[in-house]
Each structure stands twice: as structure tokens, then as C-alpha cells.
């Protein structure tokens, strides 16, 4: 069944099919609609946003039908979605309905098909059976998309391998402990690996909020080597007792960052840098069981 049968289905259930009397429940969202009928569709639609923004659900439902309307003269899918949105999560079903297919579609914003599945498993769960099998079917959508995104060989740039690859062989020259006897000589091996790491660990999160996938994930991978490097040299100076046992949680509280690295650069494993992925991920896989 097409959503948009769907939503015909859930108007009908409520009694009149995209009839803005369906939209205009409260009192100021019957003004507006008054004005509507009347012809006044700026005036209307101005009421009814102002309304909206104020927080009356019934109000941002009533805006957004009036937006969406074509061959009205403040037709705007944009505006219409975010009213929508709001008024959705206000319980308001029929919203939720339109939302879902505006999201399916990428009206008034980007496709958002697990977005649109949330509401569309609602609406089956809220009453409306005939939302089940939409439900399904984006399900399965949404799936195989996830499973594209898996399977998709990320190709990073020739800069940005040989940064990564400098980067680790950087660390393991910087970070390692391995001629470290005495308290002055750790001292000395913990100031080389601070410069190295620098401002990597922070770099993820200045990244601006558009910012790419494949750019937050080289930035985390960055980052996560930076962590576990770190966490494998606090944990070697520990064992040889160059740090005090009031340091025991060093090695820890940098897996920890490289915890939250790691949630981010799986789209690495299938990438011309999946080598560099997969030693970090076995290393920290080692690290973190130490601390689990």
C-alpha cells in the first residue's frame, strides 16, 4: 500500500479528508481556519505559524496543510515540514502521516527514510493497522540501504593516506616505552608522545556539523590512534613502574576517548587505509579488555 493511501486512510478515519476543520481543533487554530475559509490565506497561515512557534499543536498541523498547498500563494514545503515535525510530535497523526511521506520524498528537506519509519511504525502502533505494511516496506528499504552503506568502498585521498600512515608510524616512534628504565627517561617519552598527539584527540569535535562522513571518520581514526597510543605507553610505564599506581587510571581514561573515537570510522574497514583501521581496532581491542 502507498503512504499515500495511507494518509487518505487516516483522513478518513478522522472524518474529512485534508478539510482544515480536521487540522483546527483549538481556538486560536479556528480562528485561523476561519480566516482560511474566508480567503484570507496569508492572514491564515501567519496566525497559524505564530500559533505554531507558541506551541499549539493543532495550530502547527493547520500551518502545515495551508503551506503545503500548491496553489495557495504561500506555498512553502520547507516551513510546512518543520510545522509538521512540531505538530507530529504532538500526537497529531495525521501530521505524522504527511511528515512521513514529505521525509520518503525528500519534500522540504532531505530524504529521511529511517526518520519517516519512526513515524510510520507510530501510526501502527497508535491505532492505524493499515500503517503496518508501509511500515514493513520502508523497513526493508531502510535495511538495505544500511547494508549499501556497509558494503561502500570508501576511497580516501593521497594526502590523507600518507597523513595517516606518517601519523603511525609517528606514534609507535614516539609512544613506545620499549627503552624506558628510569622516571626522567618516561617523563621524557610521555612529552614526545604529548607533541605528537597535539591537537588530535580534539579535532573530531571541531569539525562543523556538515561535515562530512568520510572527514569525520579520517578524524577519528586520527584521534583513536592518537588515544590508544597514548593508553599503550601510560599502561607499559605502569607495568614497569616508572608511573606510581596513583596514575592506574590513565590507561583507561584515554580508551575512554578512544571509545568514542571508534564509533565513528567504520566506514574506514572497507577503504585504501583498512589496514591502518584494522591495526587500530585489534590494538584497541587489546587496550580496552585491560579496562572492561
Same mark, same amino acid.
Given at each position: 500500500m502507498r503512504l499515500q493511501r495511507l494518509i487518505a486512510l487516516i483522513f478518513i478515519a478522522a472524518g474529512s479528508l485534508f478539510s482544515p476543520s480536521a487540522w483546527a481543533q483549538t481556538s486560536i487554530a479556528q480562528e485561523a481556519n476561519t480566516e482560511l475559509q474566508s480567503g484570507n490565506l496569508e492572514t491564515a497561515a501567519s496566525m497559524a505559524g505564530k500559533a505554531c512557534n507558541a506551541g499549539d499543536v493543532d495550530s502547527c498541523a493547520l500551518s502545515g496543510m495551508i503551506l503545503l498547498q500548491p496553489n495557495y500563494p504561500v506555498f512553502n514545503e *520547507?516551513?510546512?515540514r518543520t510545522h509538521l515535525w512540531k505538530a507530529c510530535n504532538g500526537d497529531h497523526d495525521q501530521s505524522c502521516a504527511v511528515l512521513a511521506d514529505m521525509m520518503l520524498k525528500g519534500k522540504g528537506g532531505p530524504v529521511d527514510k529511517p526518520g519517516a519509519l519512526k513515524r510510520i511504525k507510530? %501510526? +501502527?502502533?497508535n491505532g492505524h493497522p493499515q500503517a503496518c505494511p508501509v511500515a514493513e516496506k520502508v523497513a526493508?528499504? *531502510?535495511?538495505?540501504?544500511e547494508e549499501a552503506a556497509r558494503n561502500r568502498v570508501v576511497n580516501l585521498r593521497p594526502k590523507? *593516506?600518507?597523513? %595517516?600512515?606518517g601519523l603511525e608510524k609517528n606514534l609507535r616512534k614516539n609512544c613506545s616505552a620499549a627503552d624506558v628504565a628510569t622516571k626522567r627517561q618516561g617523563a621524557a617519552v610521555m612529552l614526545t608522545c604529548s607533541k605528537t598527539v597535539g591537537d588530535l584527540t580534539q579535532a573530531p569535535y571541531r569539525l562543523p556539523k556538515e561535515a562530512s562522513d568520510k572527514k569525520k571518520a579520517v578524524a577519528h581514526q586520527a584521534a583513536g590512534m592518537a588515544n590508544v597510543a597514548r593508553a599503550e605507553l601510560y599502561q607499559s610505564l605502569l607495568d614497569k613502574g616508572i608511573l606510581g599506581q596513583?596514575?592506574?587510571?590513565?590507561? +583507561?581514561?584515554?580508551m575512554q576517548s578512544a571509545r568514542a573515537n571508534m564509533y565513528f570510522v567504520d566506514i %574506514?574497514?572497507?577503504s585504501n587505509v583498512s589496514e591502518i583501521y584494522g591495526r587500530l581496532k585489534a590494538r584497541y581491542e587489546t587496550e580496552k579488555a585491560k579496562c572492561d
Open positions: *520547507v516551513i510546512a507510530a %501510526l +501502527c502502533e526493508k528499504e *531502510v535495511a538495505a540501504d590523507t *593516506v600518507t597523513f %595517516l600512515e596513583d596514575k592506574s587510571s590513565m590507561p +583507561c581514561n584515554s %574506514l574497514e572497507r
